[in-house]
T-cell receptor
Framework: GAGVSQSPRYKVAKRGQDVALRCDPI?????LFWYQQALGQGPEFLTY????????KSGLPSDRFFAERPEGSVSTLKIQRTQQEDSAVYLC?????????????FGPGTRLTVL | GQQLNQSPQSMFIQEGEDVSMNCTSS?????WLWYKQDPGEGPVLLIA?????ELTSNGRLTAQFGITRKDSFLNISASIPSDVGIYFC???????????FGSGTQLTVLP
């Protein structure tokens, strides 16, 4: 089947605007992760869902960042009052189960540019 | 946030040469992973290592999980043009589901 998809692929926002980034995981995958990848760096963990439950949000950099997965499939990462330091690629990954060593499959990412 | 120390940052090699890159950490990881990321794409898993001392191959790629659980290396033999990209190490610590990534090695293969 299809891999992880993300939309939009590119987003330009003016500072102070709110944005919403969507992730469609692989069908049937239990776990969903969001990562933030700054230019020239490796991805950094933001938050983790198992089904609809957000089990770990320790990586969210501020209370302007909010993620949800209400029906245990599609997830949305929302950033309120965007700042220039929020500019990055936001990657979504899913894995089949909630087990520790389960392979994570990554989407292509959404590149967010805040002007 | 916490990241693994990955080196080198970039490499320029001739086609056909072997290449080696490594990752170190100040803390123990239970799983080491190596990913490749092409421009505009997400990382793709190359090799996964689950036991200290484990040596695993995937075609021309070979990776090892360090015996101290604090390091790993990736070797690519007989490089070809399609090996160009950014290689990331990643680890999982304890019972964490999330991955901690290195800062990447940019590989360029010259014809």
């Amino acid at each position: 089947g299809a891999g992880v998809s993300q939309s939009p692929r590119y987003k330009v926002a003016k500072r102070g605007q709110d944005v919403a980034l969507r992730c469609d995981p692989i069908s049937g995958h239990v776990s969903l992760f969001w990562y933030q990848q700054a230019l020239g760096q490796g991805p950094e963990f933001l938050t983790y869902f198992q089904n609809e439950a957000q089990l770990d949000k320790s990586g969210l950099p501020s209370d302007r960042f909010f993620a949800e997965r209400p029906e245990g499939s599609v997830s949305t990462l929302k950033i309120q009052r965007t700042q220039q330091e929020d500019s990055a690629v936001y990657l979504c990954a899913s894995s089949l189960t909630g087990r520790v060593n389960n392979e994570q499959f990554f989407g292509p990412g959404t590149r967010l540019t805040v002007l | 946030g916490q990241q693994l120390n990955q080196s080198p940052q970039s490499m320029f090699i001739q086609e056909g040469e072997d290449v080696s890159m490594n990752c170190t950490s100040s803390s123990i990881f239970n799983t080491w992973l190596w990913y490749k990321q092409d421009p505009g794409e997400g990382p793709v898993l190359l090799i996964a290592l689950y036991k200290a001392g484990e040596l695993t191959s995937n075609g021309r790629l070979t990776a090892q999980f360090g015996i101290t659980r604090k390091d790993s290396f990736l070797n690519i033999s007989a490089s070809i043009p399609s090996d160009v990209g950014i290689y990331f190490c990643a680890g999982q610590a304890g019972s964490a589901r999330q991955l901690t990534f290195g800062s990447g090695t940019q590989l360029t293969v010259l014809p």
